[in-house]
């Protein structure tokens, strides 16, 4: 079954059409190929006692020049073609019912400002690290990447 929105929501405001629960919400971007175990995620998001949990991922930058470090115009250091790394939001995410409740029916939320909402009013938010297949397939290169691994994968 389906929720149709009357204008758009964003990723989190259709939570507040759903009926109410108490049980923990799963919210998958439907751009997004996967093999996490969602039982593992749901698992983790409860024996923590977390309101909200965030699917993250791993993503390194690598800068193409050599980096010069400065401090008032003295070189500091250098770092030649460094490599960043940094968790992104890989778009997988459990809600509890007491952060579906901060929703407004019928107001436009994003996921990143409910969880952001969540935190600062007190709950518990945690990230969880994935570590299996993950591929945004919004993007088209990691489409057709994810259309040539996925006979290996799946």
């Not at 507040?16 to 995620?41: E, F, R």
């Not at 470090?69 to 968790?87: C, N, Q, W, Y």
């Not at 994003?110 to 518990?124: C, E, N, S, V, Y």
Request: net charge negative; proline share 6%; no cysteine.
């Amino acid at each position: 079954s389906y929720l149709e929105e009357d204008s758009p929501l964003g990723t989190a405001g259709p939570l507040a059409l759903l009926p109410a629960s108490d049980h923990p919400v799963v919210v998958m971007n439907g751009d997004i190929l996967t093999k996490l175990d969602v039982g593992a995620m749901v698992d983790f998001h409860v024996a923590r006692d977390a309101a909200a949990t965030m699917g993250v991922r791993e993503y390194e930058v690598q800068v193409p020049y050599g980096v010069v470090d400065i401090d008032d115009s003295a070189i500091t250091g250098l770092r030649e073609k460094p490599v960043t790394r940094h968790f992104i939001n890989a778009g997988i995410y459990v809600v509890d019912p007491a952060v579906i409740g901060l929703l407004a029916r019928g107001e436009a939320r994003d996921m990143p400002d409910l969880f952001d909402q969540a935190r600062t009013g007190g709950h518990r938010t945690l990230a969880y690290p994935i570590r299996d297949y993950w591929v945004d397939i919004g993007q088209i290169d990691d489409f057709h990447r994810a259309n040539e691994e996925f006979a290996a994968v799946f």
